[in-house]
Each structure stands twice: as C-alpha cells, then as structure tokens.
C-alpha cells in the first residue's frame, strides 16, 4: 500500500506565488523524500530529510518534518511557470514507498 | 557519463505474450526498484533489491518476474497473468544499508507498455 498521502491532489498558483504540499505517512521511516515528476517522465529527486532532522533547505525548497505528527511538507518560494509538474512524497525505511502525489500548476 | 537507462520507451504487447523491460545502471547502486504507474496516480511497487541474486515482493507483485543475476541490471517480466499490464514503469537504483535503509533513488526514464 501507498505510505505517503500528499494533500492538495491538486493546486494551482500564480507566478511568483509561494506552494505549499503536505504529506502524511503512518509508520517508521528512516528518511522521507521529495521528488518531481514532468509529464511522462521519470522522477527527480529534490531534497531528502532523515527522520532525526526537522529542516531542511534546498535553493527555493523548504522541507519540515515532524515526526511525532507523521508528517512533512515541502514549500516552493516565488514558484516560476517551469515548476509545473507533480511532487511525491516517499518514505524510505527498507524499501520506499510513493504518495499519490500533488499536482501543481504555476500559471505565467 | 553515470545513469540508469530502460528499454525499449515504448512497448505493445499482445493479449497472452509475456514481456520483457530491461533496467540497467552504472551508478555501483546496490539496491534497484521496479514501480507501476497508472494514469493520474502514483508510483506503486512491483519488486525490489538489495543486493545480487535475491529480491522481495512489493505491493503488486502478482503477474510480474524479476531477476538480479548481475548488480547492474534488474529486467522485469510482465506476464500473461497480469490482468492489465497497460502502465508506465519506473526502474530506480538506489544505495542502500542495513542502518540508514534505502537513500536517493535515481529513476530512469520510464517504459509505456501498451497492451493491444
């Protein structure tokens, strides 16, 4: 079974506007990752957080963790129309498993 | 140049037939990964690795084979038993310790399989 579930399915925002995604998970990890998706395309790895950290920072990312509420959420700051695309959450113990994922749209 | 490659990107299949995806690396990654994608929705496993010759169920194993003879290369069959193979696959590779579990996964670019 799916162990991340992001929240929005969907959202759509402006150019310049900050994004916002929320991913629940419900048992250990011992990190938990982002990752972006294009159209038919493989996906790439963003930023990684390991359960002992609370957050983290990647040029215009910012990931939190809390792992008390199993929880994570990524921001994207001044989002750029190139940011289209779907993000997943995956939480890694063992094996990773995907969330089914937030698709976000950034109009120009 | 390092990566993780898959053929063929596109593939068509009879009703019956079994077929073969091929996932290689050159990334030294221990330990590879096999997902399906449906349309609209997110990754869910097949089968994984984490080291040569053995390899576990994941969530939808049912109707697919794998094999892990050699570190850099994890194919996946999909058989005539799985019921609507129509998906899009994802291999990844990724590090992996039995402390820390499994790291970054690197994806390749993904086979549409298409059943006629």
């Known amino acids: 079974s799916q162990q991340g579930e992001e929240d929005p399915q969907a959202l759509s925002i402006q150019e310049g506007e900050n994004a916002t995604m929320n991913c629940s998970y419900k048992t250990s990890i011992n990190n938990l990752q982002w990752y972006r998706q294009n159209s038919g395309r493989g996906l790439v790895h963003l930023i990684l957080?390991?359960?002992?950290?609370r957050e983290k920072h990647s040029g215009r990312l910012r990931v939190t963790l809390d792992t008390s509420k199993k929880s994570s959420s990524l921001l994207i700051t001044a989002s750029r129309a190139a940011d289209t695309a779907s993000y997943f959450c995956a939480t890694a113990y063992n094996d990773m498993r995907f969330g089914a994922g937030t698709r976000l749209t950034v109009k120009p | 140049d390092g990566g993780i490659t898959q053929s063929p990107k596109y593939l068509f299949r009879k009703e019956g037939q079994n077929v073969t995806l091929s996932c290689e690396q050159n990334l030294n990654h221990d330990a590879m990964y096999w997902y399906r994608q449906d349309p609209g929705q997110g990754l869910r496993l097949i089968y994984y690795s984490q080291i040569v010759n053995d390899f576990q169920k994941g969530d939808i194993a049912e109707g697919y084979s794998v094999s892990r003879e050699k570190k850099e290369s994890f194919p996946l069959t999909v058989t005539s038993a799985q019921k609507n193979p129509t998906a899009f696959y994802l291999c990844a590779s990724s590090t992996y310790t039995s402390r820390q579990g499994t790291d970054t996964q690197y994806f390749g670019p993904g086979t549409r399989l298409t059943v006629l």
């Open positions: 957080i390991r359960s002992n950290e």
